[in-house]
């Protein structure tokens, strides 16, 4: 579990790393009309789908996740917040992706900026920050 926790934690850095570098990368190639894909978009799925897999199983394990505390910020947070919006951020760059391949033309690097750009805004909105008092750290 604690292992799980923190890779999940420190691969927050990843996750947003590579999606800031995917969302320049794409508006780059969208203002060039290049029709060639990039690896970095593969990345970033695979990144997010990795803090899928260890955000469920750490879901069936957590302390924090607890539907007899729902009224409390911290078990509301972990258990139905934070959960629900990574999906719905998971699923828009799945959507991105998938979509992006199929395209050709302008669409095809606009497409994947549009989605990762509102998936990064959702994912820093969700993350457990340090001062949101959610009793999670940088780290
Ligand atoms: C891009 C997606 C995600 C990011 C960046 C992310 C990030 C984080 C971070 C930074 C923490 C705090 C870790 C700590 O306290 O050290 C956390 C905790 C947690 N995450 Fe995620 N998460 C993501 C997706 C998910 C998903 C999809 C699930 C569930 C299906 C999930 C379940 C959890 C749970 C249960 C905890 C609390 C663990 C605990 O402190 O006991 N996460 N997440």
Redesign the pocket.
Do not use: E
């Given at each position: 579990m604690n292992i799980l926790?923190?890779a999940?934690?420190g691969?927050?850095y990843v996750?947003?790393g590579l999606l800031i570098a995917a969302i320049f990368t794409a508006y780059s190639k969208w203002q060039q009309g290049s029709q060639e894909d990039s690896k970095l978009y593969l990345f970033t799925l695979i990144a997010?789908h990795t803090?899928?897999l260890?955000?469920?199983v750490?879901?069936f394990m957590?302390?924090?996740?607890n539907f007899d505390l729902i009224s409390e910020k911290v078990f509301r947070f972990?258990s139905i917040e934070?959960?629900f919006m990574?999906?719905i951020?998971?699923v828009l760059i799945t959507v991105g992706r998938v979509r992006s391949k199929k395209l050709s033309g302008a669409d095809k690097h606009r497409t994947v900026l549009y989605f990762y750009a509102l998936a990064l805004i959702i994912?820093l909105v969700?993350?457990?920050w340090p001062f949101r008092n959610l009793?999670?750290?940088w780290?």
């Open positions: 926790l923190h999940h934690s691969l927050r996750v947003l997010t803090q899928l260890i955000g469920l750490l879901y957590s302390p924090k996740v972990f934070h959960v990574m999906l951020a998971i994912i969700a993350i457990p009793g999670s750290g780290f």
